[in-house]
C-alpha cells in the first residue's frame, strides 16, 4: 500500500443550451464559419450594453434544485479582467462573491456497491470567451469569436475526491445529470462540457492539503483518468525526490500522455474582479424556485430509487439503466411493450446490446435495434417461439439489419419446435445411436444427461425447447 493520498476537486464548465447569448441576441449554434456569429455586444464595442438572458438563469436554478442547493435570492454579475486575445472586452463577465448557486451536493457509485457523497462549493454563470486557433495559419494565430458570450456554468467541487477512477465518477455524474436536465447537451469534443482537474498528494494521515496542480486540456472522461493518474505520479515522484510541488496550470498531452507546466497559477486578486456595473444584480424570488423545482424531470436518483422499489430490479442494474438518459429512455420505451418482462429486457440491454453498442463505438440512441425490436424479441423468447440461445442468432441479425425478430424468425425457419411427437422422434434416434452412454446414465452417471441435452439440439439446429427435451430425455433414460 502506497504511503501517499491523493485529493482530486474539478471545475467543470458546462455550457448552457440556450439558443442565444448570455447577454447578447447573438446566436450559439456550434461550427458556423468563423466570427458570422460574433454581434456588437460579444465583440466587446464601445457603446454596447449586456442584456442578462433569463433562460441561462433558468438553467443554473435547474442545476441548483437538483443538487440540493442553496440558491442565491441576490447574485451579482463581476468582471473577471485580464488580457488575451480571444476576450476582445479585456474583462469576462463572471460571478464572484455572489454565485447563483451555492453550496449543494451529489452522491457517486465509483464501483458497484459503493456510494460516495461530494460536495459542490459552488456553480456560477459566466460567459465563455472566442477561441485562438494556432494550426490555421503557418506564423500566425486566428481568433473566432463565435463562441465569444456563450453561457457557461461552472461547478465547482470541493476537493472530496480521493482518486482518479472518482474524479471520472464524479464527472461523469455530473455530465449525466446536466443532460437530465437538459441543460447542456454534453458534447466534450465540440467543447460543451470541460473538467479542468485539480491535483494534489499528501501523505496519509495528513490533515493539510498538498499544493494543487489545475490540468486543463481534458476533452474525453478517459483522459481525465489518464491526467490525474499521471499528475498523481509525477507530484510524488517530484516529492521523494525532494522537489516540491508547484501551484501552477498544466496542460495534459494525450498524445504525448504527459502534462507540461503552462503557466503559473494566478490568483484571485490579479483580476481585480469588481461587479459589473452594467448589469443589475439578479433577484430570484421562492416563486420563481418552486415553479423551476416543478419543472425538473425525473432524476437518476428518483429514478433509480423507482426502479428498484416498483420494478424490483438489483441496485447494480438501476444504477446502470439510470447512468445517462438515453439507457433509461430506452429501457422505458421498451418496457412499455413487454412490462412484465422487466429483468430480462435489463439484462439484453446491459449485457448483449451494451457489448455491441460498445464494440461498434455506437450511442445507445443510435442503436441499429430500437426498443421495439428488443421488446419483441425478449417476447419471442417468453412466448416459447425461440429459445435464448436462439435469440442471440436473432439478435446478431437484428443488429446487423436483417429486419425484426419476427421476420428473421419466419425468413429463417427458427420457430422452435414444441412439438412433443416431433422432439420425441429426435430423442429416439439419439438413444438408438448411442447404446454406451444409455448404459453410462443408467449406471448413475447423471453428467451424461448433458451429453443427450446437446446431442438433441444438435440435431434440431437448436430449435427444440430445452426444457420438453429435458423432460422426455429423462422419461425414456430411466431404467
Ligand atoms: P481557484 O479560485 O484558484 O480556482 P478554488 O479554491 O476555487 O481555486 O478551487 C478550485 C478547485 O480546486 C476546487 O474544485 C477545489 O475543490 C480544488 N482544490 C482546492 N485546493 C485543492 C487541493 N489542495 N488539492 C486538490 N484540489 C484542490
Ligand atoms: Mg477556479
Request: glycine content about 6%.
Amino acid at each position: 500500500m502506497s504511503e501517499w493520498e491523493s485529493v482530486i476537486g474539478l471545475e467543470i464548465h458546462a455550457q448552457l443550451a440556450t439558443r442565444s447569448k448570455i447577454f447578447s441576441g447573438a446566436s450559439t449554434a456550434f461550427g458556423a464559419a468563423p466570427n458570422t456569429q460574433a454581434c456588437a455586444v460579444d465583440l466587446g464595442l464601445p457603446g454596447v450594453l449586456p442584456v442578462l438572458n433569463r433562460e441561462a438563469v433558468t438553467m443554473a436554478i435547474r442545476f441548483g434544485v437538483a443538487i440540493d442547493a442553496e440558491i442565491d435570492h441576490h447574485s451579482v454579475f463581476a468582471r473577471k479582467n485580464y488580457f488575451y486575445p480571444d476576450l476582445p472586452k479585456g474583462y469576462q463577465i463572471s460571478q464572484y462573491e455572489l454565485p447563483i448557486v451555492g453550496k449543494g451536493h451529489l452522491y457517486i457509485s465509483p464501483a458497484e456497491g459503493e456510494l460516495k457523497e461530494v460536495g459542490i462549493t459552488r456553480a456560477h454563470l459566466e460567459e465563455d470567451a472566442g477561441k485562438s486557433i494556432h494550426d490555421q495559419f503557418p506564423e500566425q494565430s486566428a481568433i473566432d469569436l463565435n463562441r465569444a458570450g456563450t453561457p457557461l456554468l461552472e461547478i465547482v467541487s470541493e476537493p472530496d475526491m480521493r482518486s482518479a477512477k472518482e474524479a471520472v465518477a464524479y464527472a461523469r455524474k455530473i455530465h449525466s445529470l446536466v443532460r437530465y436536465l437538459e441543460i447542456c447537451d454534453g458534447n466534450m469534443q465540440e467543447g460543451s462540457f470541460r473538467c479542468d482537474a485539480n491535483v494534489s498528494v499528501r501523505r496519509k494521515g495528513e490533515q493539510k492539503l498538498g499544493t494543487r496542480a489545475e490540468l486543463k486540456n481534458i476533452n474525453s472522461f478517459r483522459f481525465l483518468e489518464r491526467a490525474i493518474n499521471i499528475e498523481i505520479e509525477r507530484q510524488i515522484d517530484l516529492i521523494e525526490d525532494g522537489g516540491s510541488v508547484v501551484q501552477e496550470t498544466r496542460l495534459y498531452d494525450s498524445e504525448r500522455d504527459e502534462t507540461r507546466s503552462m503557466r503559473s497559477k494566478e490568483e484571485a486578486n490579479d483580476y481585480r474582479y469588481f461587479p459589473d456595473p452594467d448589469l443589475l444584480p439578479v433577484a430570484i424570488t421562492d416563486e420563481d424556485i418552486a415553479h423551476i423545482r416543478a419543472s425538473l424531470p425525473e432524476l437518476p436518483e428518483q429514478k433509480k430509487q423507482r426502479y428498484i422499489d416498483e420494478l424490483g430490479l438489483s441496485d447494480y442494474n438501476a444504477e446502470l439503466l439510470t447512468a445517462n438518459r438515453e439507457t433509461a429512455s430506452y429501457f422505458e420505451t421498451a418496457l412499455a411493450e413487454i412490462p412484465e418482462q422487466n429483468a430480462q429486457l435489463a439484462n439484453w440491454i446491459l449485457g448483449d446490446l451494451a457489448g455491441a453498442l460498445n464494440k461498434a463505438n455506437l450511442d445507445i440512441a443510435d442503436s441499429p435495434i430500437t426498443p421495439q425490436m428488443l421488446a419483441q424479441l425478449i417476447s419471442r423468447i417468453s412466448d416459447d417461439t425461440i429459445s435464448g440461445k436462439i435469440a442471440k442468432e436473432v439478435f446478431e441479425a437484428m443488429w446487423h439489419g436483417k429486419g425484426d425478430a419476427d421476420g428473421i424468425i419466419e425468413a429463417r425457419g427458427l420457430k422452435q419446435i414444441t412439438d412433443s411427437g416431433a422432439i420425441e422422434s429426435l430423442i429416439d434416434a439419439v438413444i438408438a445411436a448411442n447404446p454406451e452412454q444409455v448404459e453410462q446414465f443408467r449406471a448413475g452417471k447423471d453428467k451424461v444427461l448433458g451429453f443427450f441435452v446437446g446431442q438433441v439440439m444438435k440435431q434440431s439446429q437448436g430449435k427444440a425447447n430445452p426444457g420438453q427435451v429435458n423432460a422426455i430425455l429423462r422419461e425414456k433414460l430411466k431404467p
